[in-house]
């Protein structure tokens, strides 16, 4: 074949080529389009909820009802709720479920029902409800879930209701009978609010009051409420000084000490119970606070419950530590009859600490779920766990450090109650372990106050904690020429006499006693009398004792022998 027929032969095949060209073009565009086409049904199907007809039953919505974003929906339902407006309210509620015939008379009451539920137990958080009809969350980093994607449901309340939790929502519906979508109260919600209306709406005694208490007047509150409130705080507080009254009678007229002391103890929880206690009843079924009210009363009953709770365990203790360990100021626990007091009352401390810190995790829980500061005032930030962990932590560091602290010491038995420790330089004995402090007694009835961190963290000597039985050593720098046989005799005699007397019952075994030559330089001897004790709560008293006759044993020596005991250029160094 010639190259002129091989050109001739392409010239005939290039309309055939173009042509198939243009073919797959045509379908490949037309295969585009069609996916175009389903991804953006599935999209929308995606950002709304099909429904039927929407309240069929209504008539034509009113010109005053904006329902294209989730904020003019919220907005034309409360200017028609306060208008009074219940037939145009309703067609921001979803009443499919509700028979088309009854729509027109039910739908006005479930209007109703529902502004009362939302303006008692719901402060809307208008940040929330954007002004756009795809409710898109524009702002917010990676962290938040639906940052820079279209919703098409929002939650305002979720409001407690047997068996389950009720949720008040706006859900943006693509109805058959509607175009564009709207933005509504759903199904779900309008199926909830009888039943919520029975729980949170007005109560029988609120009902019976004059129309003009009812009206609206500063910030948005009921003419009763700005009446009601301040009368339901003074009865509160006269209840709970009627309570201390009651509770001040019995224990002055209480036989027992124990009984005294623990209505003592229990006389401010209960005070604060019965406060916080009646305003609960009050607010739970004499007034239904609106909820710029509830929103803060709520939290303060959890608070003043918590506190009472808190108040009962630490009072109540301390009750029982002062009736049954130490029923008055005359009981020593640190002598050794009082063994099994000491280990009482520390266990008793360490079962407060725990209940304490118990109560106070559980309590901060039920506050700051009662709060629910998140939903209601838009404060997500400030009321995350990791803020307000970082905010706590720091303002109560020093005080949840001392607690702390304190449960350590309750824990290890480091230092119990009645124990004699050496703190600083202090001979002292361990009077009370408390949640902050330690309350140390020193040998002159003088008391130590000291932070638990700082109790902790110094280094101690408990005498107590070790084997009872001790030696207590009484050095005496002695003159070189001293006769020490004469003073071990002497030593032995004074501690064989003491056995028979009522202090030598603290005495040990007499065969440990020991006299021993400690040391030597240019001033004398250094020679150690070995005290044996039996108890180390009163070695100290036994110690300065047997001191006390030795040294005076040892003048007599010095002036029967003449010869010198303590050295001529200084006196004797005496220590324990």
């Excluded at 009074?84 to 309703?90: I, L, S, T, V």
């Excluded at 007091?341 to 079962?351: G, I, P, Q």
């Excluded at 106050?449 to 009484?474: A, G, H, K, Q, Y």
């Excluded at 001293?482 to 064989?496: H, K």
Aim: charged share 20%; proline share 5%.
């Amino acid at each position: 074949m010639s190259v002129s027929q091989i050109d001739f032969s392409l010239v005939k095949l290039m309309p055939l080529l173009l042509l198939r060209r243009r073919t797959a073009s045509f379908f490949l565009i037309l295969t585009l389009s069609i996916a175009i086409v389903i991804s953006t049904s599935a999209k929308a199907q995606e950002t709304t909820f099909e429904t039927p007809a929407l309240n069929a039953g209504l008539g034509p919505v009113p010109d005053r009802i904006d329902r294209k974003t989730p904020r003019a929906a919220m907005a034309s339902f409360l200017r028609a709720a306060n208008d009074g407006d219940w037939n145009a309210a309703a067609h921001v509620l979803d009443l499919n479920d509700v028979d088309a015939e009854l729509q027109a008379a039910d739908g006005p009451k479930l209007a109703r029902q529902l502004y009362e539920i939302i303006d008692r137990k719901a402060v809307l958080d208008w940040s929330l409800l954007l002004d756009r009809p795809d409710a898109l969350q524009a702002l917010g980093g990676e962290n938040e879930a639906q940052a820079g994607e279209p919703r098409r449901s929002l939650l305002l309340r979720d409001l407690p209701l047997d068996p389950v939790p009720a949720e008040i929502r706006l859900n943006r519906v693509q109805p058959t009978n509607v175009s564009p979508p709207v933005w509504i109260f759903p199904s779900e919600t309008v199926r909830d609010v009888p039943a919520l209306h029975r729980l949170y709406g007005p109560s029988q005694f609120e009902m019976a009051l004059p129309t003009s208490l009812r009206t609206k007047t500063i910030a948005g509150l009921m003419w009763w409420e700005l009446i009601g409130l301040p009368f339901l705080v003074v009865t509160a507080i006269a209840l709970g000084f009627l309570v201390r009254r009651v509770l001040q009678m019995l224990w002055r007229r209480a036989d027992s000490k124990l009984a005294t002391g623990i209505l003592r103890a229990l006389s401010t929880p209960f005070m604060v119970a019965s406060v916080t206690g009646l305003i609960w009843w009050a607010t739970e079924y004499v007034f239904v606070f609106s909820g710029r009210i509830d929103m803060f009363l709520a939290p303060a009953i959890a608070t003043g419950f918590v506190v009472s709770l808190l108040l009962f365990i630490v009072n109540g203790v301390e009750g029982l530590l002062d009736g049954l360990v130490a029923p008055g100021e005359e009981v020593d626990l640190t002598v050794p009859e009082q063994a099994e007091a000491r280990v009482l009352s520390t266990r008793l401390n360490a079962v407060r600490r725990i209940l304490v810190v118990v109560v106070s995790l559980i309590g901060a829980g039920v506050v700051l779920s009662s709060a629910d500061l998140a939903s209601n005032l838009g404060l997500s930030l400030l009321t995350s766990a990791g803020a307000l962990t970082l905010v706590l932590g720091f303002a109560a560091r020093n005080v949840l450090a001392n607690i702390m602290a304190s449960l350590q010491i309750a824990l290890n038995q480091s230092a119990r109650v009645g124990d004699r420790v050496v703190f600083k330089g202090e001979l002292c004995h361990v009077e009370r372990i408390n949640m902050t402090f330690v309350q140390l007694r020193n040998w002159d009835s003088t008391r130590l106050i000291v932070p638990v961190v700082e109790f902790v963290s110094e280094t101690f000597s408990n005498w107590t904690i070790e084997d009872p039985e001790m030696l207590r050593f009484l050095k005496l720098k002695l003159d070189p020429h001293a006769d020490v046989d004469a003073l071990r005799d002497a030593f032995n005699d004074i501690l064989s006499d003491l056995k028979g007397k009522k202090i030598g019952k603290n005495l040990a075994s007499l065969e440990e006693s020991s006299v021993e030559v400690a040391g030597q330089d240019t001033f004398g001897l250094d020679v150690w009398f070995g005290v044996p004790c039996c108890d180390p709560n009163t070695s100290w008293e036994l110690a300065c004792h047997v001191r006390e006759r030795l040294i005076a044993r040892a003048a007599d020596i010095e002036t029967d022998t003449g010869e010198p005991i303590f050295p001529r250029n200084g006196t004797a160094a005496l220590s324990d």
